[in-house]
Each structure stands twice: as structure tokens, then as C-alpha cells.
């Protein structure tokens, strides 16, 4: 209960901090609309089902991308823990897929996949990959030298060090890793929509912002981004919580 | 916010003062002001190089820098005051000023729209309503070509459902035209068939101006400019107009204004020229010289189709939206 | 005259090491942490390796328990047809000097470790390891995590892992040089218990001479590195021994036998208390 009021209250303060800053600057409403304008907006937006329309899309973008994503990370994630050899071969392309800017390399992901949820999903997926594979390599590393001799010591397979062993003792750092990737799918989803997807909330704020010279909607869609992200990253830390120990 | 916001009044204070005791020459310290283009520097741009270049719009007291920026935040900025002048196109004009941005239409560049529907030679009906069914490439759906291609629909009985859109962001629609992906395309007359033509496909055009007409793309001002300086607005407009008519006589003299303005164009000469005259045809709009004066019957007409395409609803009437400074040479 | 007949008949299983050698790491440039070492380990006996850190003791424990192949000599578990040790083939339980709990797992799942890993079903192991925590006195501390646990409790559940699969060797190294000395005489005197009620091989090591003599039949005296078997001291003192043992006069000269014995292999700086 007091998690939810400190919640509310710092909400609050953000909110008349906004407001006093269009008053104090004299901001006109289609370059910084106040947080009453915004709310309006959102109230009719919603009414309208045209914030839900669009949210829904984003929305899939994002669970189905996170789900690929973080699935394949943790997979090769592991991989990299556990060899060198395998890190020293893979490291290379991993760093350079992260370093080139996904916004260059968006439209050209979105051409050879055909340009559909297919290509939004892929897009999102490698944002998330770099993250959470780097944080698994590194859990799975991060294992206690001690419990790797006790298991030794009682004729553990491979399979059952990684699985009652490495993973375990790397959920703590996956976890972390998987904060960071939660926000970042937000992004990937955007970014995948501005390579060319006709609905989203990517699409929504370029509508709002271009075509229809709307700030006050462009931003309730930035709000609606920031929900999305804010209850992602809340549902991360629940499962983290019920799922990880901290001594 | 910008500290310009401040430092502008003062030096206009400044040189008011300077100027009520002296006529305006070069020795006399010019108003730094901003001018908004649209994305980056091009040929078509030639009539603002060449006034800044031959000091027409020192002769009215005004430094004009050029800056590029897309035609979203060209406007906002404009009405902000961030920027003094901007060329935006009128569609965009009408929404926003509905949408409660404080900018008006002053003066005109495009006599003629500039968007046309395109497809290769004798396949582009003249009647738009045999357009049902096509599939049709677009950058997108906003700006003046989604405007164009709707209104042209829309006179034909037909909305964005009887057709196919597809959407090129990155706007290369001319590859979906070549390669055959879309049936036809939206793009600038100026542009895009010079485009096509360069790979091997003549094409033809319908335009908007015996259907739906449009008014093309012009000068913008922020109200409050327009009121406190009305006198560096009509400068401004003349100064343009002046260089705009000297390029329509004589487009070698706006090739080479592009050139130092933007030295890039050197290596593209022919086609830069090409483009050119193409642009001085749309400014003329068939006129002896461009005129700068508003259609207003273009306005009407456009404000009436974007009211029945759902652009705007009418809240803001169009005689806020606009702005005479210049006489149109039949009144 | 007091001897092992005292004790319970010997079950459990003999260890021999013949000439072991061990080196750190292997290849170039090794350390050699043991080095012609040969003992014979009775079935059933409870014998304790002493001598300062660094002298190979658990370097010794864990090639009885297959976790190191030496490079030289051999290692032989049982009788009739002996053979190497093999790390989990159940017939070694280890307890380390950190209680080694997994922090995710509850008390009775990490005593359970041992029967899961080897396929048994998680019901029926924890039935097991319920009644291994009784053992030890940890039956209320069962569905707790070990970071809730003292360290006392700690290591006794890490004893009670290392009795589940009840092997016929038990191999302690240091199991409680990290407790305070009264918990530490209680546990050993509880180690006694459980191996007086249920007699199997045990070898102890530690640093303490009088945990040695309070809890040894032998008493394997090491060298300093590289590791050898230096001497062996019998302790025939009736059992159960209880912890005011030091009194006795027989148990202060077996004291004194294991000291001199560990002044003679030892640089003089570890053994201050000897005139010299």
C-alpha cells in the first residue's frame, strides 16, 4: 500500500512540475502541451478507440518480439557461458549487430521479411537479444566455484550443472538483463514501425506529429509508450521477485 | 526556448532606431532572420538563394539565413517565432492552423500543385473514378501528396478503401512504379517524371486543378510577426517575388544562385536545370510570370475538399488562414 | 586394555592410497601438493588428518573422493575387488568447511540434492531428507533458505546432505573451523553419536589437536608441502569421549605425541610453543 501511495505521489509532483514549466516558459500547446491538454485528448483519443487500435498492435510487436528475443538470448546466452571457444567465435558478430544503428538497419529488416508483424517482430527481437544474451553469458559464469565442486562431487551430468546449477545461480543477472530488454522492446517496436507499418503507436505519433499537426496526441501516444514500458518493467520485477532469492 | 526569442525585439528595437535616421544601405546593421525550407537544399529553392545572394532582401533590411527542417516542426516553429518565414504547403497550412498553430499564408511559390497522380503513358484515366481497384504508391499518409491523391478520389466517388495504398517511406515510390508493384504513384511534377524518364518509362499525369483543386505551396508567417513587423513581411514577400520572376525569365540565373548556395548541385547541372524549368512552369501556373498573389479560388475550392475529406472541420475559417500582401495582377 | 574392539563392528569400506602424487595445476611449472603418500584407512575407523594449511590435506580428500586423478600412485575403495574412487558413485559423502547450500533451494531440497540428482523421485527424497534433518536436530528448520539459517545450522545440514545417501565413506574437511569452539565441541561430539549409532568409514581433517585427539582412532600426521604421511598416532581411548577430555593425563600425552610429531615436520615458526 505504501509502495502505491509514494507511486501516486511522485506521479503528482510530475505532473504539476510539467504544468508550472508551460506556464513559467509561456510554451504554446502544439509545442508542449500541458498536462490538461494531454489528459483531454487522451480522454477523447480513447473514447474514439483509436488509442486502443493502435495500442493493440504495438503491443503484440512488443510481447511477441520480447518472447523471441529474450528466448533466443537466454539460449545463446548460455551458450556463450559456457564455452569460451563458442564466445570467442560468436562475440564478433553479436558486438557488430549491436553496434549498427537499428534504426539504419530497420527498413533493410523490414524489406527482406516481407514487410509485415513478421519483420516488427524480428526488429524488435534483435533490440532486445544484446542485452539479455551478455547478462545470461555472464550469470551463467558468475556460478559459485564451490557449487560446481559440490555438484562434481556428486556425478552431476552437464545438463543438470547447467540446469539446477548455472541457470539458477544466473537468474539474478538475467533478470537485470531483461529490465533493460523489457524498455528496449518499447523502442524496438517504435523504431520497427517508422521503417514502415501503416498502424501502432509508432505510426500514431508520426500521424499525429505530420499529418495532423496534433502535439497533444503525439503526446498521449508518448504516454501510452511510457505505460506500456513502466508495466512491463513492474512485471519483470514481480516474476523476479517470486522467482529469485536475495540473500 | 530560444534565447533569439529575446535578443530579437532588442535588436529590432536597435535598428528601428537606426533606421529613422538613416535610409537602409549595406552599412546599416540588417535584421537577422530565419528562413524554413522544407527537408534539404534544392535547385527548386533558387528564387530565396538568389534574393539573399543579390541583397534583395537587404534592400528591405533583412539577413536571411536558411535552414532545412521537415514540414512538421517548419511550422511549429514558424508560429513560435523561432523562425520568421517558412515555405509550407497549403494543405498543411489548413490543418494546422485548425489544429490552433498561429501561422498564416502569405504569399504564393507554386501557382500550379505541384502533386499529380502518375502512371506510365496511356494507362492514367482522366476520370478518377476509374481508379477503383489500382494499387497506389505513396510515401505515406500525410502531407500534401496523401491530401492530392484523396481529393482526387474522392471527386471521383471513390475514399482510400476502393484502392490499394502501399507506402514507401523512404519515398522511392518510382521503383514501385518500375518494377510494377503499384499501378500508379503520387509525385511531384517536377520531379518524378524527369525520374522515370532518366530510367526508361514516359509517363502521364493527372492533376488535381480540373478536379479538385488545390492551392500550392507558399510563404508562411507566424501571427505575431505578421503583426509586429508587418513591414519585414512585405519585404520579404517582394524581395522573393522579385528573384522568383528574374529565375522565370531567365533560368540560367537561378541554376547559378543554386549552385553557390548549394555547391553539390555543380556535378548535376543538366538535371538540376531540368528540374528547374519543370518548377518555373508550376510557379507561372501558364501566367506571363509568377504572380505570388493567393488563389483565392484555389483556397476555396481546397478548403472545401479537405473540409470533406475530414482535414480539418471547419472550426477555423479560411480568411484566418491567409493573408494578402501581395496585389494579384487581375484586381 | 582399550582398543577399537570397542567400538561397534566396522561397516563402511577400507581406503588404500599407494604412492600418490598429485600435482597443481598439471603441465608446466606444477605444484606438488602430495608426493609418495601411502596410508591404509580400516573399514569402519575414524581417522583424522592433521597438519598446518597448505600441507595437502584436502588436496588428499578429494582424491579419496575421485575429484582428482593423481598423476602418480593409485587409490583403491574396498575390499575383495577394490577399485578407484569415482566422483558420485555414492560410495563417499563429502561435507565442506562452507556449508555449500544452494540459496535458492529450501533446507530439505538442498539435503535432497544428492537423491535428485541420482533420479530419485522428489517426493520420495524428501521424505528422506525430512528424516536426515531429524538427525541433526533440524526438523523445524526444513522449509527455511540457507540465508536464513546460523552457521551452525548450516554445516549440520551440510552433514545431514553428506549422510543421505549413507556411504560407506564419510570425508569431512575442516567441517567446523568456522564455528565458535563450544559449537564446534558440541558438533564434534554429535559427529561421535552419529557414527557410534551407524559405523562407517570416516576421515576428519583438521587444524585442531584437540578436536584430533577427541575424536581420532588415528591420528595421520602430514608433512609440509610436498605432502607425505608423516606419522601415525593410535588413540585408544574408551568412547563416547566427552569434551573435558583434556584433563585426562592419557589424552594430554597423546596431545603431546601428535605436537612433537608436528614440530618435527613443520618450520619451527608454526610450532611456538616447543623450546627449541
Redesign the interface.
Known amino acids: 500500500m505504501r509502495r502505491v501511495a509514494t507511486t501516486l505521489a511522485s506521479l503528482a509532483a510530475f505532473v504539476v512540475a510539467w504544468k508550472l514549466l508551460t506556464v513559467v ?1 509561456g ?5 508542449l502541451p500541458a498536462p490538461e491538454v494531454v489528459a483531454e485528448r487522451a480522454v477523447r483519443a480513447i473514447g474514439s478507440g483509436l488509442l486502443w487500435e493502435h495500442t493493440a498492435v504495438t503491443l503484440s510487436e512488443i510481447l511477441l518480439g520480447l518472447a523471441v528475443g529474450a528466448a533466443t538470448a537466454i539460449a545463446v546466452g548460455t551458450a556463450l557461458g559456457k564455452s569460451v571457444v563458442i564466445e570467442r567465435v560468436l562475440s564478433p558478430y553479436i558486438v557488430a549487430a549491436q553496434s549498427v544503428p537499428i534504426l539504419a538497419l530497420a ?1 533493410l529488416l523490414d524489406i527482406w521479411f516481407g514487410g509485415g508483424l513478421l519483420a516488427r517482430v524480428l526488429i524488435c527481437a534483435l533490440i532486445v537479444f544484446f542485452p539479455i544474451a551478455i547478462a545470461t553469458m555472464v550469470g551463467i559464469r558468475s556460478a559459485d566455484p564451490l557449487l560446481l565442486e559440490l555438484f562434481r562431487s556428486l556425478g552431476a551430468t552437464p545438463a543438470q550443472r547447467t540446469a539446477r546449477l548455472e541457470i539458477p545461480s544466473a537468474l539474478p543477472v538475467i533478470f537485470g538483463g531483461l529490465r533493460v530488454g523489457v524498455t528496449l522492446a518499447v523502442i524496438g517496436a517504435v523504431v520497427a514501425e ?3 507499418a ?1 498502424s501502432g503507436l509508432g505510426v500514431l505519433i ?2 499525429a ?7 497533444p496526441l503525439m503526446f498521449v501516444a508518448l504516454a501510452t509508450l511510457a505505460v506500456i514500458g513502466i508495466g512491463l518493467h513492474g512485471l519483470v520485477v514481480t516474476v523476479e521477485r517470486r522467482l529469485t532469492v536475495h540473500p | ?1 530560444s534565447p533569439r526569442r529575446l535578443l530579437l525585439p532588442l535588436i529590432a528595437a536597435f535598428l528601428a532606431g537606426c533606421t529613422i535616421f538613416g535610409s537602409p544601405s549595406p552599412s546599416v546593421a540588417l535584421r537577422p532572420v530565419t528562413l524554413l525550407l522544407g527537408f534539404q537544399p534544392d535547385v527548386q529553392f533558387a528564387p530565396f538563394y538568389l534574393a539573399q545572394q543579390k541583397g534583395y532582401y537587404a534592400r528591405f533590411g533583412l539577413d536571411v539565413s536558411i535552414e532545412y527542417k ?3 516542426d517548419l ?2 516553429l514558424v ?2 517565432g523561432q523562425a520568421e518565414f517558412g515555405v509550407a504547403d497549403a494543405t ?1 497550412v489548413m ?2 492552423r485548425t ?4 501561422i498564416k499564408y502569405v504569399e504564393t511559390i507554386y501557382g500550379l500543385f505541384p502533386v499529380a497522380l502518375i502512371g506510365p503513358k496511356g494507362t492514367v484515366p482522366s476520370d478518377p473514378s476509374e481508379l477503383a481497384g489500382k494499387r497506389i504508391g505513396t510515401p ?4 500534401s501528396s ?1 491530401h492530392a491523391l484523396l481529393a482526387l478520389l474522392h471527386a471521383g466517388g471513390l475514399t482510400e478503401a476502393d484502392v490499394t495504398i502501399r ?1 514507401y ?2 519515398f522511392n515510390q518510382v521503383d514501385g512504379l518500375l518494377n510494377g508493384d503499384v499501378d500508379f504513384i503520387t509525385g511531384f511534377r517536377n520531379n518524378e517524371p524527369l525520374r522515370l524518364a532518366a530510367q526508361g518509362m514516359e509517363v502521364d499525369l493527372l492533376t488535381v486543378e480540373e478536379i479538385a483543386p488545390l492551392p500550392g505551396p507558399g510563404v508562411i508567417v507566424g501571427d505575431a510577426l505578421l503583426k509586429s513587423n508587418k513591414a519585414d513581411v512585405t519585404g520579404f514577400v517582394a524581395a522573393t517575388l522579385q528573384a522568383e520572376t528574374e529565375i522565370a525569365a531567365d533560368p540560367q540565373k537561378g541554376l547559378e544562385a543554386a549552385v553557390v548556395a548549394v555547391p553539390t548541385i555543380d556535378a548535376a547541372r543538366d538535371v538540376a536545370l531540368a528540374v528547374l524549368k519543370a518548377t518555373i512552369e508550376l510557379w507561372r501556373a501558364g501566367a506571363s510570370a509568377p504572380s505570388g498573389a493567393i488563389n483565392d479560388a484555389a483556397w476555396a475550392s481546397g478548403y472545401g475538399t479537405m473540409r470533406a475529406l475530414g482535414f480539418i472541420d471547419g472550426s477555423v475559417p479560411l480568411d484566418e488562414m491567409i493573408e494578402h500582401l501581395v496585389k494579384s495582377s487581375d484586381s | 586394555m582399550i582398543s577399537e574392539a570397542t567400538t561397534k563392528a566396522g561397516t563402511g569400506l577400507p581406503v588404500r592410497l599407494e604412492g600418490v602424487g598429485v600435482q597443481f595445476p598439471p603441465g608446466d611449472r606444477p605444484v606438488e601438493a602430495l608426493t609418495g603418500l601411502t596410508l591404509d584407512i580400516p573399514a569402519g575407523s575414524l581417522t583424522v588428518v592433521i597438519g598446518p594449511n597448505g600441507c595437502g590435506k584436502s588436496t588428499l580428500l578429494r582424491v579419496v573422493a575421485g575429484l582428482l586423478r593423481p598423476a602418480a600412485g593409485r587409490t583403491l575403495i574396498g575390499e575383495g575387488a577394490p577399485t578407484e574412487p569415482r566422483a558420485g558413485d555414492g560410495r563417499v559423502g563429502l561435507a565442506f568447511q562452507q556449508p555449500r547450500l544452494m540459496p535458492w533451494l529450501t533446507l530439505v531440497d538442498n539435503v535432497a540434492l544428492p537423491l535428485t540428482l541420482a533420479g530419485e523421485p522428489v517426493a520420495g527424497a524428501r521424505t528422506r531428507a525430512h528424516r536426515a534433518l531429524e538427525r541433526v536436530g533440524l526438523a523445524e528448520a526444513a522449509e527455511l533458505r540457507p540465508s536464513q539459517l546460523s552457521g551452525g545450522m548450516a554445516q549440520r545440514a551440510g552433514l545431514a546432505r553428506a549422510l543421505i545417501t549413507d556411504p560407506p565413506i564419510l570425508l569431512l574437511d575442516e567441517p567446523f573451523s568456522a564455528l565458535d569452539a563450544l559449537t564446534r565441541e558440541a558438533f564434534d561430539g554429535e559427529l561421535q553419536r552419529l557414527w557410534m549409532d551407524r559405523p562407517r568409514t570416516v576421515v576428519m581433517v583438521t587444524h585442531s589437536v584437540g578436536e584430533a585427539v577427541r575424536m581420532a582412532d588415528r591420528i595421520v600426521v602430514m608433512t609440509a608441502r610436498p605432502g607425505r604421511v608423516a606419522e601415525i598416532i593410535p588413540v585408544h581411548l574408551p568412547r563416547p569421549r566427552p569434551a573435558t577430555l583434556a584433563g585426562d593425563p592419557a589424552a594430554a600425552a597423546i596431545d603431546a605425541a601428535v605436537r612433537a610429531a608436528l614440530a618435527e615436520v613443520h618450520p619451527p615458526e608454526l610450532t611456538p610453543w616447543l623450546d627449541r
Do not use: C, H
Open positions: 516558459t510554451t504554446p500547446n502544439y509545442i527498413p517508422w521503417a514502415g501503416s508520426n500521424i506529429n505530420q499529418g495532423l499537426f496534433d502535439t | 526556448m521537415g514540414d512538421a511550422v511549429r508560429a513560435d498543411d490543418i494546422s489544429a490552433g498553430i498561429p505515406g499518409k500525410f502531407g496523401w507506402e517511406p523512404q
